[in-house]
């Protein structure tokens, strides 16, 4: 079946540092891949996607890949910020199926 | 728009008991879904639907009953509440299926059963 499987966290950065959470998939055919950040106390929200092999997910200096030769999604950002402190989930939706399917999530930490 | 809300914050159940999880879009989004969130878990479907009327099993549908009678509300009934149903419960909708829809997420229920 489909499955992701995301870096085991937690993952404690300090500001401005480099950050990669690392993202692996198992599925038939061309998924959409999706990285949704869950802020503390918070649902989920979307913080970028990408629907074919190659394409490039961008959003508040976050970006991740689509590799399907290596079946990845590695989420990276250059700069950390405390703000960007919260549990980051690696997600795909398989055609057909109607669902999501999450990683585990990471949850990073970003002190001053 | 108030996006997808969801009632109550918080709940203590004793085993046994039953209770609704309320859930709310004001989107006018076909497809809604419910979730649950274990600790150091990913999400797990419970049920969906894709319109008034229409529902489906997820992954983990056992102890769990919804109904979607307008398009705007998609309650989630526990019968019979026992502890391993305790758990963060999230809801969701997006306008229509398909893998490049965004789903948005109510800020979760966190249900505790003793």
């Known amino acids: 079946g489909n499955s992701v499987t995301q870096m085991e966290g937690p993952v404690t950065l300090s500001e401005e540092a480099f950050l990669t959470i690392n993202c692996t998939y198992t599925?038939?055919?061309?998924?959409?891949l999706f990285w949704y950040v869950q802020y503390p106390g918070e649902g989920l929200q979307l913080l970028l996607k990408a629907t074919k092999a190659d394409d490039k997910g961008s959003n508040k200096g976050f970006e991740a890949t689509y590799r399907k030769e290596t079946t990845s999604f590695h989420l990276e950002k250059g700069s950390v910020q405390v703000s960007d402190s919260a549990v980051y989930f690696c997600a795909l939706f398989q055609g057909g199926s109607e669902k999501l399917v999450f990683g585990k999530g990471t949850k990073l930490t970003v002190n001053p | 728009n108030a996006g997808v809300t969801q009632t109550p914050k918080f709940r203590i159940l004793k085993i046994g008991q039953s209770m609704t999880l309320q859930c709310t879009q004001d989107?006018?989004?076909?497809?809604m879904y419910w979730y649950r969130q274990d600790p150091g878990m990913g999400l797990k479907l419970i049920y969906y639907?894709?319109?008034?009327?229409?529902?489906d099993k997820g992954e983990v549908p056992n102890g769990y009953n919804v109904s979607r009678s307008t398009t705007e509300d998609f309650p989630l009934r526990l019968e019979l509440a026992a502890p391993s149903q305790t758990s963060v419960y999230f809801c969701a909708s997006t306008p229509y299926g398909g893998s490049q829809e965004t789903q948005y997420f109510g800020p979760g229920t966190r249900l505790l059963v003793l």
């Open positions: 599925a038939t055919g061309y998924p959409s």
């Open positions: 639907s894709v319109g008034a009327g229409i529902t």
């Open positions: 989107m006018n989004h076909n497809y």
